[in-house]
């Protein structure tokens, strides 16, 4: 019912940035949610940045000061712009919904994931 689709990722060296992109489309009444994940090799998914409420945005510690999470909601799209990246940024990045669907019910989706490498 739900389809999220994440772009954007790629190898950039350390210091460089990337802007990752997330679309949420199909049988949406309205959306809760779009935050973003990361899940690096050997370690457990973790929280990147979120919206919990209305114009309040969180981020993880480490990435604090250098990454910026937005939300065009006309568009359904959420982004994550990554500056100063460093090489322990190295994951895959993740976007999650959560939404009303057409039907009345709650969807919690997640996309397939982008590739972000920091390395020189």
């Known amino acids: 019912q739900v389809q999220v689709v994440e772009s954007g990722g790629g190898l950039v060296q350390p210091g460089g940035s990337l802007r990752l992109s997330c679309v949420a489309s199909g049988m949406i009444s309205s959306i809760n949610t779009m935050d973003w994940y990361r899940q690096a090799p050997g370690k457990q998914r973790e929280l990147v940045a979120a919206?919990?409420?209305?114009?309040?945005?969180i981020y993880a510690d480490s990435v604090k000061g250098r990454f910026t999470i937005s939300r065009d909601n006309a568009k359904n799209t959420v982004y994550l712009n990554m500056n100063s990246l460093k090489p322990e940024d190295t994951a895959v990045y993740y976007c999650?919904?959560?939404?009303?669907?057409?039907?009345?019910?709650?969807?919690?989706?997640w996309g397939q994931g982008t590739q972000v490498t920091v390395s020189s």
């Open positions: 999650n919904v959560r939404v009303i669907v057409n039907s009345g019910g709650r969807v919690n989706s």
């Open positions: 919206f919990p409420s209305a114009g309040m945005s």
